[in-house]
């Protein structure tokens, strides 16, 4: 099976400018959460979708937002950039089910100017 | 967000040592996973724990799913090179399917 699969893998953006993110799950799961990770941090949690649907939100602002497609493709959208947005973004999938593990895409680096 | 204590934050360790770190919470999680990352890439699972009490290798890595489902540790045996990295551990409660993530444990070996 092929892995989680994400794109671009680097970007560069200037403040106030937006940017989409694509996730591509593992074939056949259903769940895929986004991750923010800025240098030194651990995972903080954006969102999760499941079945075309949000299922649970972290807290970060209304400037982040996702959406999942019939083909369990999700994709994760920032408008008007900060310079706090530069990151490394993760996203995971799952079968969406309890006790399940998820699993990692290589995460695109984002860098805002 | 909520976070798991996991500690220490960073190890600075010689080949050959074995290394243990560990995961808190005042709450109760069902299942434990320890993921480990290296620099630019996403993090890869090492280990999942399901049931209380369960102890799980994997090779040199062995992990425990503490009694009471508020702990999990993981230890290295007889470190090398490639164990560099910053291990993760996570725990999935069964409300909400969330995994609830610790903060890392930085690992770095001296030569």
């Known amino acids: 099976k092929a892995g989680v699969t994400q794109t671009p893998r680097y970007l560069i953006k200037t403040r106030g400018q937006q940017v989409t993110l694509s996730c591509s799950p593992i074939s056949g799961h259903r769940s895929v959460s986004w991750y923010q990770q800025t240098p030194g941090q651990g995972l903080q949690f954006l969102f999760e979708y499941f079945s075309e649907t949000q299922r649970n939100k972290g807290n970060f602002p209304g400037r982040f937002s996702g959406r999942q497609f019939s083909n369990s493709r999700s994709e994760m959208n920032v408008s008007t950039l900060e310079l706090g947005d530069s990151a490394l973004y993760l996203c995971?999938?799952?079968?969406?089910?309890?006790?399940?593990?998820?699993?990692f895409g290589p995460g695109t680096r984002l860098l805002v100017l | 967000g909520q976070q798991l204590n996991q500690s220490p934050q960073s190890m600075f360790i010689q080949e050959g040592e074995d290394v243990s770190m560990n995961c808190t919470s005042s709450s109760i999680f069902n299942t434990w996973l320890w993921y480990k990352q290296d620099p630019g890439e996403g993090p890869v699972l090492l280990i999942a724990?399901?049931?209380a009490g369960e102890l799980t290798s994997n090779g040199r890595l062995t992990a425990q799913f503490g009694i009471t489902r508020k702990d999990s540790f993981l230890n290295i045996s007889a470190s090398i090179p490639s164990d560099v990295g910053i291990y993760f551990c996570a725990g999935q409660k069964v409300s909400n399917y969330q995994l609830i993530w610790g903060a890392g444990t930085k690992l770095i070996i001296k030569p």
């Open positions: 724990l399901y049931k």
């Open positions: 995971a999938s799952s079968q969406g089910l309890a006790e399940e593990t998820q699993y």
